[in-house]
């Protein structure tokens, strides 16, 4: 064979290696003796390079576990390398996970300052996550110490206060009943004499956070319901707080006897609320007053007319009305002024109901200008209660002025003296 002939089978070969994915067996006896030597060298080079080919392409499938190549294949070196590289980064992951956010990466450029900052990241969300869990537990057990001094305070009063599992309706707790245990489905016979509508407390059931309703009881009696759901014990549960509303269900039938309505809105005029309120001042009643005033009233008149004044007027107590009960009491106590009686001291349930009803009377996009209200909520609490009207009504105006203020800062448009 010449040596042109010698020349072309060994590029051939070395072309194969470097571009074939396959090479036929290469015989060296086929090569002329000066060159069987560089033919032996190029099938050390195919091994070399057939063995960093299967070792990359393990390497990028993420099989860590793959053998090292052989200390004398040079070609593998900064393969090696890396795989190394990537096995401690591995491991170091791992620790990670466990916990362990002192890991540190110097070794792989960009990746690094990756590393590291999902580190730095994991490691603070880890302790804000332990802050609020800390937060959370601290709250729980202010509640149930909550829950336990309610339970010893209702113990004491003249409501009842009833526990009724979600699922099962068994009675977990009466606060009429006096012995330990599981209540009897029957109640004990206080309330079976006093509360005939026990069936209608058992089944009710609701997907909203609370509801108070009211029913009848024996011989022309009157109850106040306020239910919601609470965990009680680890159990879903319903909770009901029954208050005899008799006497202040007769009193208000003698005060709707007089003319004390509004003619505008068709609600109790101010007249009226004194008089309510004097009767729940003197008999030592618990009730819970919500004083709102009418964003804009002046704003509207000026600038489109007392007629559409009068509808935003109309329009807020429709608004406010719907989301009562018929028998709490609702007055229009000035032009923009207006008071909510409820029996009962439950702020803190109409202040989420109150906040409810300020959103979807802000929504309203039937206006040609924004509608808004502020308000304030005082408790009055029975026997407990030392202020006159006057300091009840001042009490709730200045609590109605923080809420007024956030609104100014919302719609300054509609507070202004003038369009």
């Not at 009901?240 to 269900?249: A, F, G, L, Q, S």
Request: hydrophobic share 35%; net charge negative; glycine share 6%.
């Amino acid at each position: 064979m010449d040596t042109k002939q010698d020349c072309e089978l060994l590029f051939e070969y070395m072309r194969g290696i470097l571009y074939d994915s396959w090479i036929e067996h290469f015989d060296v006896g086929e090569l002329s003796e000066p060159y069987r030597d560089l033919g032996r060298g190029l099938q050390y080079m195919q091994n070399a390079v057939s063995e960093l080919v299967a070792y990359s392409a393990e390497l990028s499938k993420g099989n860590l576990s793959v053998e090292f190549p052989k200390d004398y294949n040079f070609l593998c070196e900064n393969l090696k390398n890396l795989h190394a590289n990537l096995n401690h980064l591995t491991w170091q992951a791992q620790q990670v996970a466990k916990g362990d956010y002192s890991q540190h990466v110097a070794f792989l450029g960009e990746f690094s300052n990756a590393f590291n900052e999902m580190t730095k990241q994991l490691r603070e969300r880890e302790e804000q996550l332990k802050e609020e869990a800390e937060k959370a537990k601290r709250r729980a057990e202010l509640i149930e110490g909550y829950n336990e001094l309610l339970v010893e305070m209702l113990s004491k009063r003249k409501e009842w206060l009833l526990v009724v599992d979600k699922d099962t309706k068994e009675i977990l707790y009466c606060n009429k009943r006096k012995q330990m245990g599981a209540i009897d489905d029957s109640f004990c016979q206080t309330c079976k004499r006093r509360l005939s509508f026990q069936s209608e407390l058992l089944k009710w059931k609701s997907n909203e956070q609370y509801q108070v309703w009211e029913m009848e009881g024996e011989v022309d009696t009157f109850y106040r319901v306020t239910s919601f759901q609470m965990e009680w014990k680890e159990r879903s549960s319903y909770v009901h707080v029954v208050v005899d509303i008799t006497d202040e269900k007769r009193n208000a039938r003698n005060l709707t006897s007089k003319a004390f309505f509004d003619p505008l809105t068709g609600i109790k005029n101010r007249t009226f609320f004194e008089e309510y309120m004097g009767i729940v001042l003197r008999d030592e009643l618990d009730a819970t007053l919500c004083y709102l005033q009418l964003d804009g009233l002046d704003y509207v008149n000026e600038s489109f007319g007392h007629r559409e004044g009068d509808a935003y007027i109309q329009n807020f107590v429709e608004t406010v009305r719907k989301n009562f009960r018929g028998g709490d009491t609702f007055a229009r106590i000035d032009g923009d002024e207006f008071c909510v009686v409820l029996s009962g001291n439950m702020a803190e349930l109409i202040n989420r109901k109150v906040a409810e009803i300020l959103r979807e009377f802000q929504e309203d996009i039937a206006r040609q200008y924004q509608c808004s209200f502020s308000y304030g909520i005082v408790e009055v609490k029975g026997k407990e209660n030392k202020m006159t009207l006057e300091e009840i009504l001042r009490q709730a105006e200045d609590i109605m002025y923080e809420c007024r203020n956030r609104n100014i800062a919302k719609y300054p448009l509609i507070f202004s003296d003038t369009p």
